[in-house]
T-cell receptor, first 112, second 113 residues
Framework: DGGITQSPKYLFRKEGQNVTLSCEQN?????MYWYRQDPGQGLRLIYY???????QKGDIAEGYSVSREKKESFPLTVTSAQKNPTAFYLC???????????FGQGTRLTVV | QQQVKQSPQSLIVQKGGISIINCAYE??????FPWYQQFPGKGPALLIA?????SEKKEGRFTISFNKSAKQFSLHIMDSQPGDSATYFC????????????FGKGTHLIIQP
């Protein structure tokens, strides 16, 4: 099956900890994205990458970091600097610049 | 990212009725407009999309209407069914933009049986 796999589905983090969310795609897409979803806020862009070993900050990058060492993988680290990390995180990929994106099933992160 | 304004925030429609969700944009560089459907706890799924060279696109019960001069586009769901109850997002992307889709804030649609 082709698609985007996010793991884990649920994640709990203690305050002060860093956690890493996994995103893997086998669609052979060049572009990958991370979005954060909060109730009533829509989808807000955290980071994006158009090519391996290159990535750019989105609208709400503070407190997050990413890497893109392989075309199929784009992990997101939520650092302790992120003051309000509880949210639903969505990874997406796209075959081109002006076309649709395809989403994973999301990771729900909760700070405990 | 440039803004895409979506309305209404929530919508209740009777089964069999027409659900209408509207979006407006400002950036004239946008040239692709997809709609996504999202069920609770799931990722958004592409529903239907349109480019500005056409004024309407229909796929089954779902239709996008596009008004380039007004910079507005809308989703119509005909014969709405309880299974259509979900959150719907409009989005837009510019050909030269590397940062992907700009999303509206979503419409929570409830179809009452």
């Amino acid at each position: 099956d082709g698609g985007i796999t996010q793991s884990p589905k649920y994640l709990f983090r203690k305050e002060g900890q860093n956690v890493t969310l996994s995103c893997e795609q086998n669609l052979n897409h060049d572009a990958m994205y991370w979005y954060r979803q909060d109730p009533g806020q829509g989808l807000r862009l955290i980071y994006y990458s158009q090519i391996v070993n290159d990535f750019q900050k989105g609208d709400i990058a503070e407190g997050y970091s990413v890497s893109r060492e392989k075309k199929e993988s784009f992990p997101l680290t939520v650092t302790s600097a992120q003051k309000n990390p509880t949210a639903f995180y969505l990874c997406a990929s796209s075959p081109g610049r002006n076309t649709e994106a395809f989403f994973g099933q999301g990771t729900r992160l909760t700070v405990v | 990212q440039q803004q895409v304004k979506q309305s209404p925030q929530s919508l209740i429609v009777q089964k069999g009725g027409i659900s209408i969700i509207n979006c407006a944009y400002e950036n004239t560089a946008f040239d692709y407009f997809p709609w996504y459907q999202q069920f609770p706890g799931k990722g958004p799924a592409l529903l239907i999309a349109i480019r500005p060279d056409v004024s309407e696109k229909k796929e089954g019960r779902f239709t996008i209407s596009f008004n380039k001069s007004a910079k507005q586009f809308s989703l119509h769901i005909m014969d709405s069914q309880p299974g259509d109850s979900a959150t719907y997002f409009c989005a837009a992307v510019a050909g030269g933009g590397a940062d992907g889709l700009t999303f509206g804030k979503g419409t929570h649609l409830i179809i009452q049986p």
